[in-house]
């Protein structure tokens, strides 16, 4: 008889999988058509089929939220030591200034369109220095957000979400935002494992 109740219970929680299986996949064939039809037409049903066994248990809507919490974490680093970057640009600017016009408060007359000429050329100096150094720590963020990229796509590809793997493809990363931003909504609705409500 034991064996017979385990049975059973086994048969309602296949019943139970299927059903959520399919209340995911039809949320995310209704979302897909508020994408660009370009989209649409390459996310066919068993990508979404996929997708949506990947997501019954609600472990990637926690990869997912976590990956996107690191994402904000990392940016608004990068974009702190940018604004730190800046500031220093803007302190070096104003000490040159203010260097630049005691000397000239001190230069005899004469001497002033030499000073003038070499105060340009310092300046001009400092321009080159400081844009050099925006263009090295532009380059820095651009790097560190392509690596934080691929590891996201790796981190999804290893928990079996169905699109995503590591790419620096234009047209597959427009595939593979889109599909994290169905995994979004779908989230943002409630569709998590244990509710039943969409």
């Known amino acids: 008889m034991e064996r017979f109740a385990g049975f059973l219970e086994e048969a309602a929680d296949g019943a139970r999988q299927q059903e959520r299986h399919y209340q995911l996949?039809?949320?995310?064939?209704s979302l897909v058509k508020e994408l660009p039809s370009s989209?649409?037409?390459?996310?066919?049903?068993?990508?979404?089929?996929?997708?949506?066994?990947?997501?019954?248990?609600?472990?990637?809507?926690?990869?997912?939220?976590?990956?996107?919490?690191?994402?904000h974490l990392t940016e608004k680093s990068l974009y702190n030591q940018r604004l730190r970057l800046q500031n220093e640009h803007r302190v070096l600017r104003q000490a040159l200034r203010q260097k630049h016009e005691e000397a000239q408060q001190a230069c005899?007359?004469?001497?002033?369109?030499?000073?003038?000429?070499a105060q340009q050329r310092e300046l001009e100096a400092v321009e080159q220095r400081i844009r050099e150094e925006q263009r090295a720590m532009d380059e820095k963020i651009v790097l560190e957000l392509d690596r934080k990229v691929a590891?996201?796509?790796?981190?999804?590809?290893?928990a079996g979400v169905t699109g995503f793997y590591v790419t620096s493809n234009p047209q597959e990363l427009?595939?593979?935002?889109n599909l994290l931003e169905l995994i979004r909504k779908l989230q943002q609705r409630?569709?998590?494992?244990?509710?039943?409500?969409?």
């Open 174 to 177: 427009t595939l593979q935002m």
């Open 39 to 71: 989209f649409q037409q390459r996310l066919s049903y068993t990508m979404l089929s996929d997708l949506a066994l990947a997501l019954l248990d609600g472990t990637v809507f926690e990869i997912v939220q976590g990956l996107l919490e690191i994402q």
């Open 108 to 117: 005899r007359p004469h001497n002033l369109p030499v000073l003038q000429a």
């Open 190 to 198: 409630g569709c998590q494992a244990g509710k039943a409500a969409l």
């Open 151 to 158: 590891d996201q796509q790796s981190t999804l590809e290893k």
């Open 25 to 29: 996949l039809s949320a995310l064939q």
